[in-house]
């Protein structure tokens, strides 16, 4: 068993639609969450970051972490095509460690 | 520009040859990494350093993999004797010592044939 697992998708949503965006995790130590997107023959970048658990919410960004379910979540409002991307949920234990990836595509 | 910058950006080698990648981070930051990251897979660790001092290896690293980062600033990575299974994006990222934000260079796109 992986320590995050990820459903890579690929999922196809029409512009405007809310994004629900998934993980688990098995390690309970975990106490960092992240959130990168990572486009096309590009290095990921940080989207957003909890810390333990508890939401966060950075425009139409909004992250939630549930500790007594090992379950993170990614939640897009008001979907854009520029929102086409590989979203990668991430744990911080010094190092990261990466869910598979879930392809988005955002139809115009 | 003050982002992570990577090179080569792409390299295709025969089985069997040696290659090595480069990685400066953002000058200010201490702690190095490098990532592996094939097709559909999310990145996973292979190696970190804190200033010069490597101070963690995955088991991922086989003997043929060496990373060094001489100075405390930039790193290399280097692949002997390559096989078809190294193909993979190779991606490095920097961080302060206890800043959360790893920030990722463009990566190294390997093909072996």
């Known amino acids: 068993q992986k320590e995050v697992e990820q459903d890579p998708g690929p999922l196809s949503v029409p512009e405007g639609a809310i994004v629900s965006l998934n993980c688990t995790y098995s390690n309970s130590a975990f106490q960092y969450f992240m959130w990168y997107r990572q486009y096309s023959r590009k290095g990921p970048e940080l989207l957003m970051y909890?810390?333990?658990?508890g939401n966060k919410e950075d425009g139409r960004f909004t992250a939630q972490v549930d500790k007594s379910s090992k379950y993170i979540s990614l939640f897009i409002r008001d979907s854009q095509p520029s929102d086409s991307a590989t979203y990668l949920c991430?744990?911080?234990?010094?190092?990261?460690?990466f869910g598979q990836g879930t392809t988005l595509q955002v139809k115009p | 520009d003050t982002g992570v910058s990577q090179n080569p950006r792409h390299k295709i080698t025969k089985r069997g040859q040696n290659v090595t990648f480069r990685c400066d981070p953002i000058s200010e930051h201490n702690r190095l990494y490098w990532y592996r990251q094939t097709l559909g897979q999310g990145p996973e660790f292979l190696t970190y350093f804190q200033n010069e001092a490597q101070l963690e290896k995955s088991r991922l690293l086989s003997d043929r993999f060496s990373a060094e980062r001489p100075k405390g600033s930039f790193s290399t990575l280097e692949i002997q004797r390559t096989e078809q299974g190294d193909s993979a994006m190779y991606l490095c990222?920097?961080?302060?010592?206890?800043?959360?934000?790893?920030?990722f260079g463009p990566g190294t796109r390997l093909t072996v044939t």
């Open positions: 991430a744990m911080r234990a010094g190092k990261l460690i």
């Open positions: 909890t810390y333990s658990s």
């Open positions: 990222a920097s961080s302060h010592d206890r800043g959360y934000e790893q920030y």
